[in-house]
Antibody, heavy 121, light 109 residues
């Protein structure tokens, strides 16, 4: 069955960096776009980043553009999120999600359980 | 940026029908998707492409759309439906970005 398992979360000081990973199994990873979505404590879901199936197309929410970088290694069935210049308001549970495409629009049909990132001094 | 507006909360007794709306500019022209989110759990897709249901999602969950709002309808509400519900759209005009509504807390009375 489809499985997505995030790792790499933890406590980090403002201004520092952290790299999240998402290991997937149960489907042909190289055939699907992937996304990161986050949920800050007490707040709603926020889409963070997208990468196409082959890594050729990427995009980011305005709140993380220029600080976060999404990447993937199709040979390792893994998705990554490099987070630099972290801010307190980046504190959230980060989910990786598989993207399905309909009419040039994506939705998310499978999600991991999430990894908690806490940015605090 | 694109704003999707949901009511903060809705409620209903077991067996009743509840409706959760999602408003946005020209939302009737876009595929809208809905997720159920329970505390401590991953989100679950319950409706996609306005009214389609993934396998395993009960027929009690349905979606619809009009010019100015998309709606998630849950019939015969059960205690297990108590959760936060989020609508979502995707934009690919220049940027490629996803947008979620602010979420609606469903309380089963």
């Amino acid at each position: 069955q489809v499985q997505l398992v995030e790792s790499g979360g933890g406590v980090v000081q403002p201004g520092r960096s952290l790299r999240l990973a998402c290991a997937v199994s149960g489907f042909t990873f190289s055939g699907y776009a992937m996304h990161w979505v986050r949920q800050s404590p007490g707040k709603g879901l926020e889409w963070v980043a997208f990468i196409s199936h082959d890594g050729g197309l990427k995009d980011y929410a305005d709140s993380v553009k220029g600080r976060f970088t999404i990447s993937r290694d199709n040979s390792r069935n893994s998705l990554y999120l490099q987070m630099n210049s972290l801010r307190v308001d980046d504190t959230a549970v980060y989910y990786c999600a598989r993207g399905l495409r309909y009419l040039d629009a994506y939705y998310f049909d499978h999600w991991g359980q999430g990894t908690l990132v806490t940015v605090s001094s | 940026s694109y704003v999707l507006t949901q009511p903060p909360s809705v409620s209903g007794a077991p067996g009743q029908t509840v409706r959760i709306t999602c408003g946005g500019y020209n939302i009737g022209d876009q595929p809208v998707h809905w997720y159920q989110k329970k505390a401590g759990q991953a989100p679950v897709l319950v409706v996609y492409d306005v009214f389609a249901r993934p396998s395993g999602i009960p027929e009690r969950f349905s979606g619809s759309s009009s010019e100015n709002a998309a709606t998630l309808t849950i019939t015969r509400v059960e205690a297990g439906d108590e959760a936060d519900y989020y609508c979502q759209v995707w934009h690919s005009n220049g940027d490629h970005q996803g947008f979620f509504g602010g979420g609606t807390k469903l309380t089963v009375l």
